[in-house]
Nanobody
Framework: QVQLVESGGGWVQAGGSLRLSCAVS????????MGWFRQAPGKEREAVAS???????SYVNSVKGRFTISQDNAKNTLYLQMNSLKPEDTAMYYC?????????????????WGQGTQVTVSS
């Protein structure tokens, strides 16, 4: 059974930084996608950053140059480093995994999700 636990969210002023972590357990697929998604009140869930097991990394345009997705295989942890945060980055952030490659930015294709961590950026 796959379990995902996010941490690292919080409140920060605009221009600040946060690093989100996602501890992954029970996930053994060799071909996969992992991603960070966010959902603000009244909006659809969107892909923020994703990694394909072939090394492909994708970011939504609004975070390019500010956010970095990475993983530590030894620690079974996925990270999202968020710099130069803006009020429009305020949302609940989720990590997710799926045991298939490709279409890593499509949230409806993911199988397993964490409970989410809130990020609030004040102006």
């Amino acid at each position: 059974q796959v379990q995902l636990v996010e941490s690292g969210g919080g409140w920060v002023q605009a221009g600040g930084s946060l690093r989100l972590s996602c501890a992954v357990s029970g996930f053994t697929a060799s071909a996969y996608c992992m991603g960070w998604f966010r959902q603000a009140p009244g909006k659809e869930r969107e892909a923020v950053a994703s990694m394909d097991s072939d090394g492909t990394i994708s970011y939504v345009n609004s975070v390019k140059g500010r956010f970095t997705i990475s993983q530590d295989n030894a620690k079974n942890t996925l990270y999202l480093q968020m710099n130069s945060l803006k009020p429009e980055d305020t949302a609940m952030y989720y990590c997710a995994t799926k045991p298939r490659r490709g279409l890593c930015s499509r949230p409806n294709l993911y199988n397993d999700w964490g409970q989410g961590t809130q990020v609030t950026v004040s102006s």
